[in-house]
């Protein structure tokens, strides 16, 4: 079983709907969560990140957690095309400061 | 946020050869990262940059293909040595860094490796 999976394809929607992103993990004892955006020939940089369990939000993005499902979810609200990107999850690994990493999902915003 | 310069950010090189990526924090920072990047694919750690001692190497990756310096707190290189065409690839570099009750981690802008 993979770390972290993000399994969806690719994502299309239309602007100024919500983008909704999946993201699983498979150790029960990661306590920190982040979502990257990483534009196409750019390196990833931080949107969210999330510790506790439930929603957290900013501007537009709101992280969702749910530890017992190990479970972890990314929103979009009135999506933009400069939201087009592909969307990273990350874990931070247990005992272990390292991240592991989603595939990624791509979002393509449709104006 | 911590700002991570990296260099170079792209570059074409002969197998056979060796290139060495550098990366600049321009503050302390607790841990260093290096990750691989295919194209189309996600990040994959290849090493711990420890300051004052060996990197730690994940599973796949080792010293010799990739040795990494961390003389001090803000500075860290990768060598990608005696390259082959499976070497083409985007790296970079990585750090955490503690801020109010949080830690996250920031990204250098990335070296795009062609090796021909």
């Known amino acids: 079983q993979k770390e972290v999976e993000q399994n969806s394809g690719p994502l299309s929607v239309p602007e100024g709907a919500i983008a909704s992103l999946n993201c699983t993990y498979s150790?029960?004892?990661?306590?920190?969560f982040f979502w990257y955006r990483q534009y196409s020939g750019k390196s990833p940089e931080l949107i969210m990140f999330?510790?506790?369990?439930g929603d957290k939000e900013d501007g537009r993005f709101t992280a969702q957690l749910n530890k017992a499902s190990q479970y972890v979810s990314l929103l979009i609200r009135d999506s933009q095309p400069s939201d087009s990107a592909t969307y990273l999850c990350?874990?931070?690994?247990?005992?272990?400061?390292?991240?592991?990493f989603g595939k990624g999902n791509q979002v393509v915003v449709i104006p | 946020s911590a700002v991570i310069s990296q260099k170079p950010s792209r570059d074409i090189c002969q197998r056979g050869t060796s290139l060495t990526i550098q990366c600049q924090v321009d503050?302390?920072?607790?841990?260093m990262f290096w990750y691989r990047q295919q194209p189309g694919q996600s990040l994959t750690l290849i090493a711990t940059a420890n300051q004052g001692s060996e990197a730690t190497y994940e599973s796949g990756f080792v010293i010799d293909k990739f040795p990494i310096s961390r003389p001090n707190l803000t500075f860290s290189t990768l060598t990608v040595s005696n390259m082959s065409p499976e070497d083409s690839s985007i790296y970079l570099c990585?750090?955490?860094?503690?801020?109010?009750?949080?830690?996250?981690?920031?990204f250098g802008q990335g070296t795009r490796l062609t090796v021909v």
């Open positions: 503050s302390q920072v607790t841990m």
């Open positions: 990350a874990v931070r690994v247990w005992g272990n400061n390292r991240l592991a």
């Open positions: 999330i510790y506790s369990n």
């Open positions: 990585s750090a955490l860094q503690r801020g109010a009750g949080n830690t996250e981690a920031f």
């Open positions: 150790d029960r004892g990661s306590q920190s």
